[in-house]
Nanobody, 125 residues
Framework: QVQLVESGGGLAQTGGSLRLSCAAS????????LNWFRQAPGKEREFVAA????????LYEDSVKGRFTISRENAKNTMYLQMNNLKPEDTAVYYC??????????????????WGKGTLVTVSS
């Protein structure tokens, strides 16, 4: 069993930055593809970014490319999402999720094995 806990959410202004963290406990991070999803009010949960477990390859949803950076430190069982140049449309609850094995591709909600409870990011205009 893996427990995921997000932190780092809060209020930012348009153009500002936030750094989210996702700490895992209960089992090693190895062999898990790690993902960030987000869910805005009244909308479905959507994929944001993913990172492979071994070679550090990354994948991003188009709207965050060039602004967000996903990274991980397996030794610390921690994943990060650096969010720069934030926009009001980035406002959402951000979730980290883990999928065991498989290749790197855009995360699918139903395929995740573990989820965190989320952290709220609010971007003011």
């Amino acid at each position: 069993q893996v427990q995921l806990v997000e932190s780092g959410g809060g209020l930012a202004q348009t153009g500002g930055s936030l750094r989210l963290s996702c700490a895992a406990s209960g089992r090693t991070f190895s062999y898990y593809v790690l993902n960030w999803f987000r869910q805005a009010p009244g909308k479905e949960r959507e994929f944001v970014a993913a990172i492979s477990w071994d070679d550090g390859y990354t994948l991003y949803e188009d709207s965050v490319k060039g602004r967000f950076t996903i990274s991980r430190e397996n030794a610390k069982n921690t994943m990060y999402l650096q969010m720069n140049n934030l926009k009001p449309e980035d406002t959402a609850v951000y979730y980290c999720a883990a999928r065991y094995g498989g290749g790197l591709y855009k995360g699918v909600v139903d395929e995740m094995d573990y989820w965190g409870k989320g952290t709220l990011v609010t971007v003011s205009s």
